[in-house]
Protein backbone atom coordinates (compact mmCIF):
# COMPACT_ATOMS: atom_id res chain seq x y z
CA UNK A 1 0.00 0.00 0.00
CA UNK A 2 2.71 2.21 0.94
CA UNK A 3 4.62 1.69 -2.39
CA UNK A 4 0.84 2.62 -4.33
CA UNK A 5 0.52 5.41 -2.16
CA UNK A 6 4.35 6.79 -3.31
CA UNK A 7 3.63 6.26 -6.64
CA UNK A 8 0.90 7.45 -7.13
CA UNK A 9 1.82 11.00 -5.71
CA UNK A 10 5.28 10.70 -7.52
CA UNK A 11 2.64 10.15 -10.94
CA UNK A 12 0.50 13.46 -9.41
CA UNK A 13 3.44 15.83 -8.84
CA UNK A 14 5.19 14.28 -12.18
CA UNK A 15 1.83 15.14 -14.15
CA UNK A 16 1.55 18.71 -12.51
CA UNK A 17 5.02 19.68 -13.13
CA UNK A 18 5.38 18.20 -17.00
CA UNK A 19 1.60 19.43 -17.79
CA UNK A 20 2.87 23.11 -16.87
CA UNK A 21 4.02 25.45 -19.61
CA UNK A 22 5.62 28.03 -17.70
CA UNK A 23 7.16 25.21 -15.04
CA UNK A 24 8.62 23.10 -17.84
CA UNK A 25 9.95 26.64 -18.82
CA UNK A 26 11.54 27.26 -15.93
CA UNK A 27 13.30 23.81 -15.37
CA UNK A 28 14.52 23.81 -19.35
CA UNK A 29 15.91 27.41 -18.75
CA UNK A 30 17.96 26.93 -15.05
CA UNK A 31 19.17 23.29 -16.31
CA UNK A 32 20.44 24.61 -19.48
CA UNK A 33 23.36 26.53 -18.15
CA UNK A 34 23.97 23.60 -16.13
CA UNK A 35 24.09 20.80 -18.16
CA UNK A 36 26.36 22.69 -20.31
CA UNK A 37 28.71 23.33 -17.33
CA UNK A 38 28.07 19.46 -16.67
CA UNK A 39 29.07 18.46 -20.30
CA UNK A 40 31.83 20.70 -20.57
CA UNK A 41 33.66 19.10 -17.16
CA UNK A 42 32.52 15.54 -18.36
CA UNK A 43 34.35 15.87 -21.59
CA UNK A 44 37.33 17.50 -20.40
CA UNK A 45 37.87 15.23 -16.97
CA UNK A 46 37.45 12.32 -19.42
CA UNK A 47 39.92 14.17 -21.36
CA UNK A 48 42.35 14.28 -18.32
CA UNK A 49 41.66 10.59 -17.44
CA UNK A 50 42.99 9.18 -20.48
CA UNK A 51 45.97 11.60 -20.78
CA UNK A 52 46.51 10.15 -17.56
CA UNK A 53 46.39 6.84 -18.05
CA UNK A 54 48.00 7.24 -21.36
CA UNK A 55 51.08 9.28 -19.58
CA UNK A 56 51.70 6.49 -16.88
CA UNK A 57 51.59 3.48 -19.47
CA UNK A 58 54.05 5.64 -21.88
CA UNK A 59 56.54 6.13 -18.44
CA UNK A 60 56.22 3.05 -17.75
CA UNK A 61 57.12 1.82 -20.97
CA UNK A 62 60.02 4.19 -20.70
CA UNK A 63 61.22 3.12 -17.04
CA UNK A 64 61.39 -0.50 -17.75
CA UNK A 65 63.42 0.21 -21.28
CA UNK A 66 65.81 2.62 -19.15
CA UNK A 67 66.03 0.32 -16.22
CA UNK A 68 66.93 -2.68 -18.58
CA UNK A 69 69.61 -0.75 -19.66
CA UNK A 70 70.74 0.25 -16.61
CA UNK A 71 70.74 -3.50 -15.20
CA UNK A 72 72.61 -4.44 -18.27
CA UNK A 73 75.37 -1.73 -17.81
CA UNK A 74 75.65 -0.84 -14.23
CA UNK A 75 75.19 -4.60 -12.52
CA UNK A 76 77.48 -7.67 -12.35
CA UNK A 77 78.26 -10.45 -10.13
CA UNK A 78 77.44 -13.81 -9.46
CA UNK A 79 75.52 -15.26 -7.69
CA UNK A 80 74.28 -12.39 -5.57
CA UNK A 81 74.81 -9.63 -8.35
CA UNK A 82 75.31 -5.59 -7.07
CA UNK A 83 74.58 -2.46 -8.61
CA UNK A 84 77.50 -0.33 -9.31
CA UNK A 85 76.81 3.56 -8.51
CA UNK A 86 79.25 5.20 -10.46
CA UNK A 87 78.42 3.42 -13.72
CA UNK A 88 74.61 3.74 -12.65
CA UNK A 89 74.76 7.06 -12.65
CA UNK A 90 76.87 7.26 -15.95
CA UNK A 91 74.56 5.30 -17.71
CA UNK A 92 71.78 7.70 -16.44
CA UNK A 93 73.74 11.21 -17.45
CA UNK A 94 74.10 9.67 -21.07
CA UNK A 95 70.57 8.84 -21.47
CA UNK A 96 69.73 12.98 -21.90
CA UNK A 97 66.45 12.68 -20.58
CA UNK A 98 63.69 15.87 -21.75
CA UNK A 99 63.24 18.58 -19.15
CA UNK A 100 59.48 17.32 -18.41
CA UNK A 101 60.93 13.69 -16.76
CA UNK A 102 62.99 13.21 -14.18
CA UNK A 103 65.00 9.92 -13.33
CA UNK A 104 66.34 8.73 -9.98
CA UNK A 105 68.39 5.57 -8.84
CA UNK A 106 67.96 3.81 -5.67
CA UNK A 107 69.52 1.17 -3.97
CA UNK A 108 67.97 -1.68 -2.30
CA UNK A 109 67.76 0.24 1.12
CA UNK A 110 66.58 3.33 -0.89
CA UNK A 111 69.26 5.80 -0.80
CA UNK A 112 69.27 8.00 -4.18
CA UNK A 113 72.27 6.83 -6.36
CA UNK A 114 71.44 9.36 -9.10
CA UNK A 115 69.34 12.44 -10.25
CA UNK A 116 68.83 13.01 -13.83
CA UNK A 117 68.22 16.60 -13.01
CA UNK A 118 71.78 16.97 -10.82
CA UNK A 119 73.62 14.57 -13.49
CA UNK A 120 72.80 16.15 -16.62
CA UNK A 121 74.45 19.72 -18.27
CA UNK A 122 71.42 21.59 -18.14
CA UNK A 123 70.70 24.68 -16.04
CA UNK A 124 66.82 24.57 -15.42
CA UNK A 125 65.76 28.63 -15.10
CA UNK A 126 62.11 29.07 -13.73
CA UNK A 127 61.06 32.41 -12.65
CA UNK A 128 59.48 32.89 -9.61
CA UNK A 129 56.11 34.30 -9.64
CA UNK A 130 55.01 37.39 -7.60
CA UNK A 131 54.20 36.94 -3.60
CA UNK A 132 50.91 38.06 -4.05
CA UNK A 133 47.51 36.60 -2.74
CA UNK A 134 45.01 34.98 -5.77
CA UNK A 135 42.36 37.26 -7.40
CA UNK A 136 38.63 36.26 -6.87
CA UNK A 137 38.25 35.49 -9.98
CA UNK A 138 41.06 32.47 -9.54
CA UNK A 139 39.65 31.42 -6.39
CA UNK A 140 35.68 30.91 -7.60
CA UNK A 141 37.78 28.99 -10.75
CA UNK A 142 39.62 27.07 -8.33
CA UNK A 143 36.17 26.23 -6.36
CA UNK A 144 33.95 25.48 -9.42
CA UNK A 145 36.43 22.68 -11.03
CA UNK A 146 36.86 21.17 -7.69
CA UNK A 147 32.98 21.22 -7.32
CA UNK A 148 32.44 20.07 -10.93
CA UNK A 149 34.89 17.58 -10.46
CA UNK A 150 33.20 16.03 -6.85
CA UNK A 151 30.27 15.99 -8.35
CA UNK A 152 31.19 13.87 -11.51
CA UNK A 153 32.99 11.42 -9.92
CA UNK A 154 30.08 10.34 -8.40
CA UNK A 155 28.66 8.77 -11.53
CA UNK A 156 31.64 8.79 -13.65
CA UNK A 157 32.50 5.28 -14.95
CA UNK A 158 35.58 3.84 -13.09
CA UNK A 159 38.61 3.65 -15.08
CA UNK A 160 39.51 0.05 -13.72
CA UNK A 161 43.08 -1.18 -13.30
CA UNK A 162 44.38 1.18 -15.66
CA UNK A 163 43.61 3.98 -13.08
CA UNK A 164 46.44 6.24 -11.38
CA UNK A 165 46.46 5.96 -7.86
CA UNK A 166 48.23 7.95 -5.04
CA UNK A 167 50.74 6.36 -3.53
CA UNK A 168 53.63 7.56 -0.99
CA UNK A 169 57.49 7.05 -2.56
CA UNK A 170 57.68 4.46 -0.08
CA UNK A 171 54.70 2.45 -1.57
CA UNK A 172 56.18 2.80 -4.42
CA UNK A 173 59.53 1.72 -3.20
CA UNK A 174 58.00 -1.84 -1.30
CA UNK A 175 56.45 -2.39 -4.55
CA UNK A 176 59.21 -2.07 -6.49
CA UNK A 177 61.94 -3.55 -4.66
CA UNK A 178 59.29 -7.01 -4.54
CA UNK A 179 59.70 -7.03 -8.53
CA UNK A 180 56.60 -4.87 -9.49
CA UNK A 181 56.05 -1.72 -11.21
CA UNK A 182 54.31 0.59 -9.45
CA UNK A 183 52.52 4.27 -10.53
CA UNK A 184 51.37 6.89 -8.63
CA UNK A 185 50.00 10.20 -8.76
CA UNK A 186 51.29 12.95 -5.77
CA UNK A 187 53.66 16.35 -5.61
CA UNK A 188 57.11 16.26 -5.40
CA UNK A 189 59.77 18.00 -3.33
CA UNK A 190 59.27 21.61 -5.43
CA UNK A 191 55.24 21.33 -5.07
CA UNK A 192 54.46 20.31 -8.89
CA UNK A 193 52.02 17.77 -9.49
CA UNK A 194 53.57 14.57 -10.83
CA UNK A 195 53.06 10.98 -12.38
CA UNK A 196 55.50 8.92 -10.71
CA UNK A 197 56.68 5.24 -11.70
CA UNK A 198 59.06 2.91 -10.31
CA UNK A 199 60.19 -0.10 -11.73
CA UNK A 200 63.25 -2.71 -10.29
CA UNK A 201 66.27 -2.25 -11.53
CA UNK A 202 67.14 -6.22 -12.19
CA UNK A 203 70.15 -8.64 -12.84
CA UNK A 204 68.88 -11.97 -14.16
CA UNK A 205 66.50 -12.37 -11.54
CA UNK A 206 67.96 -10.28 -8.46
CA UNK A 207 66.53 -6.84 -7.97
CA UNK A 208 69.63 -4.53 -7.50
CA UNK A 209 67.98 -1.11 -7.14
CA UNK A 210 64.82 0.89 -8.10
CA UNK A 211 64.56 3.30 -10.97
CA UNK A 212 62.16 6.30 -10.62
CA UNK A 213 60.51 8.30 -13.57
CA UNK A 214 58.72 11.48 -12.84
CA UNK A 215 56.57 13.23 -15.02
CA UNK A 216 56.26 16.65 -14.01
CA UNK A 217 53.61 18.21 -17.11
CA UNK A 218 50.76 17.69 -15.17
CA UNK A 219 50.19 21.12 -13.99
CA UNK A 220 50.14 22.16 -17.32
CA UNK A 221 47.98 20.14 -18.49
CA UNK A 222 45.47 20.67 -15.68
CA UNK A 223 45.98 24.76 -16.61
CA UNK A 224 45.15 24.04 -19.85
CA UNK A 225 42.01 22.08 -19.21
CA UNK A 226 40.54 24.84 -16.90
CA UNK A 227 41.27 26.78 -20.12
CA UNK A 228 39.34 24.53 -22.59
CA UNK A 229 36.50 24.82 -19.73
CA UNK A 230 36.22 28.58 -20.07
CA UNK A 231 34.40 28.47 -23.42
CA UNK A 232 31.60 26.44 -21.97
CA UNK A 233 31.66 28.91 -18.44
CA UNK A 234 30.46 31.70 -21.22
CA UNK A 235 28.39 30.02 -23.00
CA UNK A 236 26.64 28.53 -19.54
CA UNK A 237 26.78 32.43 -18.52
CA UNK A 238 24.99 33.44 -21.90
CA UNK A 239 22.29 30.95 -21.90
CA UNK A 240 21.85 32.31 -18.31
CA UNK A 241 21.16 35.63 -19.13
CA UNK A 242 19.15 34.92 -22.10
CA UNK A 243 16.38 32.53 -20.09
CA UNK A 244 16.52 35.18 -17.59
CA UNK A 245 15.46 37.55 -20.06
CA UNK A 246 13.01 35.25 -21.57
CA UNK A 247 11.79 34.73 -18.02
CA UNK A 248 11.64 38.24 -17.48
CA UNK A 249 9.44 39.00 -20.76
CA UNK A 250 7.45 35.40 -20.48
CA UNK A 251 6.84 35.78 -16.68
CA UNK A 252 7.59 38.83 -14.20
CA UNK A 253 6.34 41.44 -17.63
CA UNK A 254 2.80 40.20 -17.48
CA UNK A 255 2.34 39.64 -13.81
CA UNK A 256 3.79 43.52 -13.44
CA UNK A 257 0.86 44.55 -15.99
CA UNK A 258 -1.79 42.48 -14.36
CA UNK A 259 -0.94 44.12 -11.00
CA UNK A 260 -0.83 47.49 -12.46
CA UNK A 261 -4.23 47.07 -14.18
CA UNK A 262 -5.53 45.81 -10.15
CA UNK A 263 -4.26 48.90 -8.82
CA UNK A 264 -5.95 51.05 -11.74
CA UNK A 265 -9.41 49.41 -10.94
CA UNK A 266 -8.70 49.56 -6.97
CA UNK A 267 -8.38 53.09 -7.37
CA UNK A 268 -11.08 53.45 -9.54
CA UNK A 269 -9.32 54.44 -12.64
CA UNK A 270 -10.63 52.14 -14.75
CA UNK A 271 -13.68 49.48 -14.01
CA UNK A 272 -12.44 46.02 -15.85
CA UNK A 273 -9.66 44.59 -17.17
CA UNK A 274 -7.74 45.58 -20.27
CA UNK A 275 -4.81 42.89 -21.04
CA UNK A 276 -6.40 41.41 -24.24
CA UNK A 277 -2.93 40.06 -24.99
CA UNK A 278 -1.60 38.45 -21.52
CA UNK A 279 -5.53 37.27 -21.46
CA UNK A 280 -4.83 35.01 -24.99
CA UNK A 281 -2.00 33.31 -23.45
CA UNK A 282 -2.65 29.70 -23.04
CA UNK A 283 -0.97 29.13 -20.11
CA UNK A 284 -1.01 30.13 -15.66
CA UNK A 285 -0.30 33.38 -16.84
CA UNK A 286 -3.43 33.69 -19.40
CA UNK A 287 -5.40 31.82 -16.97
CA UNK A 288 -4.91 34.00 -13.94
CA UNK A 289 -5.52 37.15 -16.22
CA UNK A 290 -9.00 35.61 -17.96
CA UNK A 291 -9.58 34.60 -13.73
CA UNK A 292 -8.91 38.05 -12.87
CA UNK A 293 -10.96 39.71 -15.24
CA UNK A 294 -14.07 37.56 -14.47
CA UNK A 295 -14.18 38.17 -10.95
CA UNK A 296 -13.62 41.65 -11.88
CA UNK A 297 -16.39 41.59 -13.83
CA UNK A 298 -18.24 39.98 -11.11
CA UNK A 299 -17.46 42.57 -9.07
CA UNK A 300 -18.89 45.25 -10.57
CA UNK A 301 -22.12 43.37 -11.84
CA UNK A 302 -22.58 42.72 -7.71
CA UNK A 303 -21.80 46.13 -7.29
CA UNK A 304 -24.52 47.35 -10.08
CA UNK A 305 -26.74 44.89 -8.52
CA UNK A 306 -26.36 46.13 -5.27
CA UNK A 307 -26.73 49.85 -6.26
CA UNK A 308 -29.73 48.58 -8.16
CA UNK A 309 -31.17 46.46 -5.05
CA UNK A 310 -30.90 49.58 -2.69
CA UNK A 311 -32.75 52.05 -4.99
CA UNK A 312 -35.70 48.97 -5.61
CA UNK A 313 -35.60 48.94 -1.39
CA UNK A 314 -36.27 53.01 -1.26
CA UNK A 315 -38.86 52.96 -3.91
CA UNK A 316 -40.65 50.12 -2.18
CA UNK A 317 -40.25 51.49 1.77
CA UNK A 318 -41.46 54.61 0.11
CA UNK A 319 -44.56 53.17 -1.53
CA UNK A 320 -46.03 51.86 1.96
CA UNK A 321 -44.50 55.23 4.22
CA UNK A 322 -46.17 57.59 1.91
CA UNK A 323 -49.13 55.79 1.80
CA UNK A 324 -49.25 55.62 5.80
CA UNK A 325 -48.31 59.42 5.98
CA UNK A 326 -51.30 60.32 3.37
CA UNK A 327 -53.55 57.76 5.61
CA UNK A 328 -51.97 60.33 8.90
CA UNK A 329 -52.89 63.36 7.73
CA UNK A 330 -56.18 62.48 6.10
CA UNK A 331 -57.24 60.65 9.55
CA UNK A 332 -57.26 64.71 11.50
CA UNK A 333 -59.18 65.54 8.70
CA UNK A 334 -62.17 63.20 9.54
CA UNK A 335 -62.08 62.79 12.99
CA UNK A 336 -65.69 63.24 13.48
CA UNK A 337 -66.72 60.13 10.93
CA UNK A 338 -65.77 56.68 12.59
CA UNK A 339 -66.62 54.89 9.48
CA UNK A 340 -63.86 57.04 7.54
CA UNK A 341 -61.42 56.78 10.13
CA UNK A 342 -61.70 52.96 10.96
CA UNK A 343 -60.95 52.57 7.14
CA UNK A 344 -58.01 54.37 7.25
CA UNK A 345 -56.94 52.38 10.10
CA UNK A 346 -57.33 49.28 7.98
CA UNK A 347 -54.77 51.17 5.50
CA UNK A 348 -52.46 51.92 7.81
CA UNK A 349 -52.22 48.11 9.41
CA UNK A 350 -52.02 47.13 5.79
CA UNK A 351 -48.83 49.37 5.03
CA UNK A 352 -47.65 48.31 8.43
CA UNK A 353 -47.99 44.62 7.05
CA UNK A 354 -46.58 45.20 4.17
CA UNK A 355 -43.51 46.87 5.37
CA UNK A 356 -43.03 44.30 7.87
CA UNK A 357 -43.05 41.64 5.32
CA UNK A 358 -40.72 44.22 2.87
CA UNK A 359 -37.47 44.50 5.74
CA UNK A 360 -38.38 40.56 6.48
CA UNK A 361 -37.51 39.67 2.76
CA UNK A 362 -34.73 42.50 2.11
CA UNK A 363 -32.84 41.12 5.53
CA UNK A 364 -32.79 37.99 4.08
CA UNK A 365 -31.93 38.99 0.55
CA UNK A 366 -29.39 40.84 2.27
CA UNK A 367 -28.29 37.84 4.33
CA UNK A 368 -28.61 35.02 1.72
CA UNK A 369 -25.07 35.53 -0.53
CA UNK A 370 -22.65 35.98 2.98
CA UNK A 371 -24.35 32.62 4.00
CA UNK A 372 -24.48 30.98 1.14
CA UNK A 373 -20.46 31.55 0.68
CA UNK A 374 -20.27 30.45 4.89
CA UNK A 375 -21.85 27.44 5.14
CA UNK A 376 -20.48 24.12 3.61
CA UNK A 377 -22.41 21.93 0.92
CA UNK A 378 -23.07 18.28 1.48
CA UNK A 379 -25.03 15.61 0.80
CA UNK A 380 -29.05 15.51 1.40
CA UNK A 381 -31.01 12.87 0.84
CA UNK A 382 -33.64 14.70 -1.84
CA UNK A 383 -36.94 12.36 -0.94
CA UNK A 384 -35.95 12.49 2.87
CA UNK A 385 -35.32 16.03 2.80
CA UNK A 386 -38.62 17.30 1.01
CA UNK A 387 -40.97 15.20 2.69
CA UNK A 388 -39.38 17.06 6.33
CA UNK A 389 -40.19 20.17 4.82
CA UNK A 390 -44.05 19.46 3.55
CA UNK A 391 -44.79 18.08 6.79
CA UNK A 392 -44.12 21.21 9.03
CA UNK A 393 -47.14 22.32 7.06
CA UNK A 394 -49.53 19.38 7.98
CA UNK A 395 -50.54 21.81 11.19
CA UNK A 396 -51.54 25.11 8.86
CA UNK A 397 -54.57 23.48 7.21
CA UNK A 398 -56.95 25.36 8.95
CA UNK A 399 -55.28 28.76 7.44
CA UNK A 400 -57.57 29.00 4.25
CA UNK A 401 -57.90 25.58 4.23
CA UNK A 402 -55.08 24.61 2.00
CA UNK A 403 -53.49 21.14 2.13
CA UNK A 404 -49.73 20.53 1.23
CA UNK A 405 -49.01 17.04 -0.12
CA UNK A 406 -46.16 15.15 -1.19
CA UNK A 407 -45.72 12.45 -3.57
CA UNK A 408 -42.37 10.71 -4.43
CA UNK A 409 -42.40 9.30 -7.62
CA UNK A 410 -38.68 8.04 -7.47
CA UNK A 411 -39.56 4.93 -6.22
CA UNK A 412 -37.06 5.08 -3.54
CA UNK A 413 -34.33 5.59 -6.13
CA UNK A 414 -32.17 7.07 -3.04
CA UNK A 415 -31.34 10.26 -5.04
CA UNK A 416 -28.63 12.37 -3.50
CA UNK A 417 -27.82 15.67 -3.97
CA UNK A 418 -25.36 18.01 -2.89
CA UNK A 419 -26.76 21.26 -0.98
CA UNK A 420 -27.05 23.51 2.12
CA UNK A 421 -29.99 22.48 3.88
CA UNK A 422 -30.88 25.75 5.27
CA UNK A 423 -31.02 27.81 1.66
CA UNK A 424 -32.88 24.93 -0.24
CA UNK A 425 -35.03 24.60 2.19
CA UNK A 426 -35.88 28.16 2.14
CA UNK A 427 -36.56 27.48 -1.63
CA UNK A 428 -39.28 25.11 -0.86
CA UNK A 429 -41.02 26.93 1.76
CA UNK A 430 -41.08 30.39 -0.24
CA UNK A 431 -42.23 27.94 -3.69
CA UNK A 432 -45.09 26.61 -1.52
CA UNK A 433 -46.35 29.47 0.42
CA UNK A 434 -46.20 31.41 -2.81
CA UNK A 435 -48.55 28.49 -4.23
CA UNK A 436 -50.76 28.40 -0.95
CA UNK A 437 -51.10 32.08 -0.83
CA UNK A 438 -52.69 32.16 -4.46
CA UNK A 439 -54.56 28.79 -4.09
CA UNK A 440 -58.20 28.80 -3.58
CA UNK A 441 -59.45 27.47 -0.26
CA UNK A 442 -60.52 23.95 0.10
CA UNK A 443 -57.47 22.78 -2.40
CA UNK A 444 -54.48 21.22 -2.42
CA UNK A 445 -50.52 22.10 -3.15
CA UNK A 446 -48.57 18.95 -4.42
CA UNK A 447 -45.33 18.74 -4.34
CA UNK A 448 -43.95 15.93 -6.80
CA UNK A 449 -40.25 14.71 -6.71
CA UNK A 450 -38.97 12.50 -9.66
CA UNK A 451 -35.72 11.73 -10.96
CA UNK A 452 -34.89 13.17 -14.75
CA UNK A 453 -31.79 13.83 -16.76
CA UNK A 454 -30.31 16.81 -18.62
CA UNK A 455 -28.30 15.03 -21.08
CA UNK A 456 -25.69 12.98 -19.43
CA UNK A 457 -26.26 14.47 -15.85
CA UNK A 458 -29.17 12.68 -13.59
CA UNK A 459 -30.70 15.10 -11.79
CA UNK A 460 -33.41 15.31 -9.00
CA UNK A 461 -36.65 17.07 -10.29
CA UNK A 462 -38.84 19.22 -7.79
CA UNK A 463 -42.85 20.04 -8.54
CA UNK A 464 -44.46 22.44 -6.63
CA UNK A 465 -47.84 23.12 -8.34
CA UNK A 466 -50.96 24.82 -7.13
CA UNK A 467 -54.70 25.33 -8.71
CA UNK A 468 -54.65 29.22 -8.64
CA UNK A 469 -55.36 31.55 -11.34
CA UNK A 470 -51.66 30.97 -12.73
CA UNK A 471 -49.53 33.55 -14.16
CA UNK A 472 -49.66 35.51 -16.94
CA UNK A 473 -47.74 34.22 -20.08
CA UNK A 474 -46.19 37.34 -20.43
CA UNK A 475 -44.97 36.88 -16.76
CA UNK A 476 -43.33 33.55 -16.67
CA UNK A 477 -39.88 35.12 -16.40
CA UNK A 478 -40.62 38.49 -15.04
CA UNK A 479 -42.21 36.57 -11.68
CA UNK A 480 -38.24 36.27 -10.81
CA UNK A 481 -37.15 39.49 -10.73
CA UNK A 482 -36.80 41.74 -7.22
CA UNK A 483 -39.78 43.60 -5.88
CA UNK A 484 -41.88 42.10 -8.76
CA UNK A 485 -45.26 41.71 -7.60
CA UNK A 486 -48.89 40.79 -9.25
CA UNK A 487 -51.33 40.38 -6.72
CA UNK A 488 -54.97 38.86 -8.92
CA UNK A 489 -58.33 39.85 -7.68
CA UNK A 490 -59.33 39.08 -4.08
CA UNK A 491 -55.25 38.57 -2.77
CA UNK A 492 -54.58 39.55 0.53
CA UNK A 493 -52.34 43.05 -0.09
CA UNK A 494 -49.46 43.02 1.38
CA UNK A 495 -48.33 39.16 1.66
CA UNK A 496 -46.12 39.42 -1.15
CA UNK A 497 -42.81 41.12 -1.28
CA UNK A 498 -41.78 40.15 -4.53
CA UNK A 499 -38.19 38.80 -2.98
CA UNK A 500 -39.51 35.44 -2.43
CA UNK A 501 -39.23 33.92 -5.96
CA UNK A 502 -36.04 36.14 -6.60
CA UNK A 503 -34.20 34.54 -3.56
CA UNK A 504 -35.92 31.24 -4.72
CA UNK A 505 -33.88 31.74 -8.39
CA UNK A 506 -30.22 32.69 -6.85
CA UNK A 507 -30.44 30.11 -4.63
CA UNK A 508 -31.05 27.62 -7.01
CA UNK A 509 -28.44 28.98 -9.38
CA UNK A 510 -25.63 28.43 -6.62
CA UNK A 511 -26.61 25.32 -6.61
CA UNK A 512 -25.80 24.66 -10.35
CA UNK A 513 -29.83 24.09 -10.73
CA UNK A 514 -32.57 25.63 -12.63
CA UNK A 515 -35.84 26.97 -11.56
CA UNK A 516 -38.45 27.43 -14.29
CA UNK A 517 -41.91 28.62 -14.10
CA UNK A 518 -45.21 27.43 -16.56
CA UNK A 519 -48.82 27.36 -16.20
CA UNK A 520 -50.72 23.97 -15.57
CA UNK A 521 -53.36 22.92 -18.58
CA UNK A 522 -55.81 22.34 -15.73
CA UNK A 523 -55.15 25.26 -14.20
CA UNK A 524 -52.53 26.65 -11.52
CA UNK A 525 -49.00 27.16 -11.75
CA UNK A 526 -45.83 25.08 -11.73
CA UNK A 527 -42.81 25.40 -10.69
CA UNK A 528 -40.37 23.18 -11.46
CA UNK A 529 -36.88 22.56 -9.61
CA UNK A 530 -33.78 20.38 -11.39
CA UNK A 531 -30.79 20.12 -9.68
CA UNK A 532 -27.86 18.09 -10.31
CA UNK A 533 -27.86 14.34 -8.54
CA UNK A 534 -24.68 12.80 -7.32
Known sequence: MASASSGRTTRWWGGRLLGSRIARLIFASNLAGLIILIIGAMVLNEMRASFVVSKKQDLVGQAQLLSNLIGDDAAYGEPQPILDDDLAKDVLASLSLPQTLRGKIYDTEAALIGDSYFLSDRVIVENLPPLQDPDQLTVWSKSLSEWAVSVLS????????????TLTFEEE??????????????????G???????????????????????????????????TALVPFIAVAILVALVTSALLTIGIANPLRKLASEADRIRSGSSSKLDLPRISRRHDEIG?????????????????????????????????????IRSAVET?????????????????IAQDVQRLDRLITDISNASRLEAEITRIPTEPLDISRFVREIVRTYEGLEH??????????????????????????????????????????EEEEVIVTLRQSRQGPQTTACILVEDNGPGIPDDKLE???ERFYTDRPAGAAFGNNSGLGLSIVAQIVETHMGTVVAANRESGGARFTIELPAT
Do not use: C, W, Y
Open 154 to 165: SFRPSEGEDAVR
Open 478 to 480: KIF
Open 192 to 226: QRIISVSVPIQHVSAVVGVLTVESNDIDAIIRAER
Open 399 to 440: QRNVKVVFKDDTMDAGLSVRGREGPLGQVLRNLIDNARSFSP
Open 173 to 190: FAEAMIGNEAASQRFNDR
Open 287 to 323: HLAQSVEAMTAALFERITANESFAADVAHELKNPLTS
Open 331 to 347: AEMVQDDPEKREKLRRV
